[in-house]
């Protein structure tokens, strides 16, 4: 479900003092919403057409750090400016800010041309290649994170050694834990809803503290927009409450890792599936077989858009609900890539790679792309798996690490055709960056092993 705002809309909330301030947000290359605040009366008034932003919002790092090496923007070029233009389809309220509406938009430039590398830019040049093939592709994602006692300003002053999960066991389907975390959560559901996120539930998940909120499936960009939306949507609300929350894919070595699971199909332009045969053993169409073969094929190609930290290949733990084999399964959480609903309308592929830290234009995009390149290929399924797959040996294996993940990125013929060399060598150095400055940290660990036994 796209923005629940229209422009008259606000134009009337802003005239009877509803509404004040009008964010407007483009994404960044970690999937964070980046803009301006701007006072509702401008934004009416003429604002809403365009706005600008410096260009080094898609070089940038975690930290926002200047991260040379980019072709797109450096210091030689001087870091000029994109053009922010908001789609005014996702205008919103934002019930939990007080007098806020929300807006996003697309990144643009000078010639007013989206820019190539910007991810909402990439994810809308895939759904458009399915729409060419007569294709409408629908995803949900599954976002999962922990919830600390700890407030942001708390762990900022020094109470990272101190995490505190608001619960002291797991809490998987849990009511009666989840009726003490109620106060968080219940905002959390509500406030979205409010926003125009179309929420089904909430529930506690696999560990100590650790939360899942599910929102209803939509056509791709609806999706990865309702995801952004969601994460930052999530840790403002839990701030208002005094309390933290992660969306790290392993914040801790001995708990579960929080993940972003991706489910997939594609429907005709008039709303009819087309995964769906009733005469398939599992109900899946030869579409849905073609898709899914492509997304095995190129399975470690995609990686390092499905898992893009160092701390994203830590969650891939054998005995931990995450996959270590990337190899499909009929409703088998130990798969890579799960076929759900079978024998039904609903029949599809959840791809379980992705953890929480997922950027989910790109994650949709790569998926995408390797999908309709199997249907393109008409691309032959692999035979399926079945029982543990965690201990099945000489199965496709999900790359152990970013550095392996960003070597298959970088060779990958299929990403370069799909997404343009540019493209890919900009998001190949991200990951390069990445796993530098990652190794060149001293961390907690080394510390407490060598510190006094080396």
Known sequence: ?????????LKAAVKRGDIDTVLVAGIDMQGRLMGKRFHAQFFVDGGWEETHCCNYLLTVDMEMNTVQGYKSSSWQTGYGD???KPDMGTLRLIPWLPGTALVLGDTLDHHGHEVPHSPRAILKRQVARARALGFEPMMATELEFYLFENSYENLRDGGLSALK???GYNEDYHIFQTTKEEDVMRAIRNGLYGAGIPIENSKGEADAGQEEVNYRYSDALDTADNHVIVKNGVKEIAWTKGKSVTFMAKYDHRKAGSSSHIHQSLWTKDGK???ADKDDKHGMSATMKHYMAGQLAHAGELTAFLAPYVNS????TVGMFAPTKAVWSADNRTAGFRVCGVHSKAVRVECRIPGSDVNPYLACAALLAAGLAGIEGKMELEPEMSGDMYNTAGIREIPHNLREAAAL???SKMLREAFGDDVIDHYHHAAQWEISETDRVVTDFERERLLERA
């Open 1 to 9: 479900m796209p923005g629940n705002l229209t422009l008259e809309d």
């Open 409 to 411: 990125l970088n060779g």
């Open 273 to 275: 599936p087309c995964f």
């Open 313 to 316: 290949y830590k969650r891939f």
């Open 82 to 84: 994109y053009i922010l």
């Open 165 to 167: 999960p608001v619960s």
